[in-house]
């Protein structure tokens, strides 16, 4: 299998103002490749590109994300086999984060990288999430 970037659909709300970042700086929000869906770290932000305030509604929005982008690739989050999430001053956001992370993650849970960091790309952030699901045969 050869890898394939996922394709958003045009109109797609929670996306369609990021395309032009993902032309600009290189990336893509998803990929295919060799039985696995590799999810770009996706950030709490709204549909509009603003961020919430809160760390809570943080990662609701970034978890949203995830959730769209799975759901494009016929997948939710029950086919997760590895989440790395990235915490801008950790000993504050992760009590917030886990709150609100399983509400989306359920047992049985997949391998779960935690790491706190400096920042992120743009100062207001302060949650991002990477994942990598299963695709179904």
């Known amino acids: ?4 970037v996922l394709e958003i659909p045009a ?3 929670m996306f369609e103002g990021y395309r032009a970042a993902f032309e600009k700086y290189g990336f893509s929000p998803a990929v295919k490749s060799k039985g696995f869906l590799y999810i770009s770290g996706q950030v709490g932000t709204r549909p509009d590109g603003t961020a919430p305030e809160s760390i809570a509604d943080q990662t609701t929005w970034a978890f ?3 959730e769209e982008l799975l759901r494009i690739a016929g997948l939710d989050f029950s086919d997760l086999v590895d989440v790395t999430s990235y915490h801008v001053d950790i000993e504050n956001t992760l009590p917030d984060f886990l709150e609100v992370k399983k509400h989306f993650i359920k047992s049985p849970y997949p391998a779960w990288s ?4 400096s920042g992120l790309s743009r100062p207001e952030l302060k949650v ?3 994942v990598v699901a299963s695709l179904r045969d």
């Open 1 to 4: 299998m050869t890898s394939e």
């Open 128 to 130: 991002e999430i990477q």
């Open 11 to 13: 109109g797609n709300e």
């Open 114 to 117: 935690i790491i706190g960091i």
């Open 64 to 66: 949203k994300r995830v």
